[in-house]
């Protein structure tokens, strides 16, 4: 068996920082099986035609490609059914997928403060592209986008209010051990925290605290990964 | 076995409308449990004193009294573990209590827009709390509060695309059937429903097609509560 994940880096390779990569960085440790990710670019797009389009997380397991994270992960949980489950169940799997969509929304949200950062870390080949698409995007240079970021913060904070509730009263979102939906929404703060200097999350956050127990897990897979932590 | 429920009522003793008390009336229905339903003021925080708190649902079962939405829900699984899940597992119920702060965030985000219809059908008595501890929050008059509700509406829609993208995808948010997840969810949009003549969803919403076939689970239960049901 042979599992090979196809990773955005940045001009250094060993920076890997992309929020839905992380997710099935985690999931794949999650079940103890073993990966060996490829760097990619965003340039790179070509190679990633057997999946059928071009984004990554693409995940290739003994020649059958699957992209999409939220598709892996059911992927990697039909094809391991004997290996520790990522949702706890069929009702867990199906309650899960409001984790991915919101973990998407998270990005989102994350983007408008880090997403100069990202650009700053690209390798030279992307930067054109990245640029451009972002900039059209927001409708704005992405200098200017990340301009007002520390006076955006407070109320970025204030809306993890639901999320933050939750890690008050629980080690984590799948109770006292993870299971995907916390690696969902832990991507986008694991995105953060790898390209960026700009702290989402004050450090006495409960949300901070969780984020931490996760980089811990699985002998500190995520707390080693290239970033910014303190 | 006798189950009561203390139900906040407006002045017409049969408008139900509190978006924490709808989450118990569908869970206990999911239950198939019959419950006894006490129409609830503002102004009786004295009755629900063996609660050891003023807010409501509060269940009493068997002299057993409860408070507090997400512990009624709970304590409904664990006393009655032999009827239908409201969890669908342990990490079900773990997965679960983010669906419980994300509800109440979702009634913080539907207040602003609703405030004054709630006003409005309030019992006489309650009227003067309501309107001074409301205005109090916000920070000015009901009436200010609503009047730009229009302007707001597409912000609030937007910032239900995590919820929606899931219901484009599965009927429900614990999969082919209703599950605690839903009824948690569900309390605001049903919460807007039975108070007000505003349209917090446009009709071909996949919310709003996700929030009609709630109101059809049950016998149609909520969807004969006295509202504004198109």
């Known amino acids: 068996m042979r599992i090979q994940m196809y990773d955005l880096a940045g001009a250094d390779p060993a920076r890997r920082f992309s929020p839905y990569c992380w997710r099935i960085r985690m999931a794949l440790a999650h079940k103890g099986l073993e990966v060996e990710t490829i760097p990619w670019r965003f340039m790179q797009k070509d190679v990633l035609a057997p999946s059928g389009q071009g984004r990554v997380p693409v995940l290739v397991h003994d020649g059958h490609w699957v992209a999409d994270s939220w598709a892996i992960a059911c992927y990697l949980e039909a094809t391991f059914p004997d290996r520790p489950s990522l949702f706890g169940g069929a009702a867990g799997q199906a309650l899960s997928r409001f984790y991915s969509t919101q973990g998407d929304a998270l990005v989102g949200a994350v983007a408008p403060f880090v997403v100069l950062d ?10 054109p592209y990245f640029r451009s698409s972002r900039e059209q995007r927001f ?6 986008v990340v301009a007002d970021r520390e006076a955006r913060l407070p109320a970025f904070r204030d809306g993890l209010a639901g999320l933050r509730a939750v890690v008050k009263q629980q080690a984590f979102f799948g109770g006292a051990a993870p299971l995907y939906a916390d690696y969902a929404l832990f991507g986008a703060f694991q995105w953060a925290r790898c390209i960026s200097p700009f702290r989402m999350l004050a450090a006495d956050d409960p949300l901070a605290q969780w984020h931490g127990r996760l980089l811990d ?14």
Do not use: C, I, N, W
Request: hydrophobic share 40%; no cysteine; proline share 3%.
């Open 217 to 230: 897990v699985f002998g500190g897979l995520a707390r080693q990964a290239p970033g910014y932590d303190a």
């Open 139 to 144: 409708g704005k240079t992405l200098e200017a």
């Open 118 to 127: 990202v650009f700053e870390h690209l390798d030279a080949g992307d930067r």
